[in-house]
Nanobody
C-alpha cells in the first residue's frame, strides 16, 4: 500500500509558476510509474504528465507540453510537477498517482484507471 500526499498548490496569477510535490510512503517508490492528473469542476479527470520508474522517460498531455515538467527523486520518494506559464484553464485539483505494474520500465500510462494509488489532491487556482 502506497500513501501519497500532494503539496504546493495555491493561487497564482496567469503567467506565473507553481511547483507541486507528491511525497510517497509505504512502498518501494522506484517500483512505481508516477503520474499527475487534474480535474476541474464539471470536467473529467485529465492526464497531465507521467514519469517512468527510473525517471528517464516523461510523458505529457497535449496542452501541457512545453509548460509543465515532471520529475522524480527516488532517493526522496517524491515526484514533482513544475508548472510554468500558467493559464486560467489550468485551474483544477491536481492529483498524483502511482502505477504498481507499468508495462515496461520506461512506461507511464496516461489512463487514470491504470493507476492503483492516489493522493487527496491539491488545489491550483490561476487568476486572469
Amino acid at each position: 500500500q502506497v500513501h501519497l500526499v500532494e503539496s504546493g498548490g495555491g493561487l497564482v496569477q496567469a503567467g506565473g509558476s507553481l511547483r507541486l510535490s507528491c511525497a510517497a510512503s509505504g512502498g518501494t517508490f522506484s517500483n512505481y510509474a508516477m503520474g499527475w492528473f487534474r480535474q476541474a469542476p464539471g470536467k473529467e479527470r485529465e492526464f497531465v504528465a507521467g514519469v517512468s520508474r527510473g525517471g528517464s522517460r516523461t510523458y505529457y498531455g497535449d496542452s501541457m507540453k512545453g509548460r509543465f515538467t515532471i520529475s522524480r527523486d527516488n532517493a526522496k520518494n517524491t515526484v514533482y510537477l513544475q508548472m510554468n506559464s500558467l493559464k486560467p484553464d489550468d485551474t483544477a485539483v491536481y492529483f498524483c498517482a502511482a502505477d504498481r505494474d507499468p508495462p515496461t520500465y520506461l512506461s507511464a500510462t496516461n489512463y487514470a484507471e491504470d493507476y492503483d494509488y492516489w493522493g487527496q489532491g491539491t488545489q491550483v487556482t490561476v487568476s486572469s
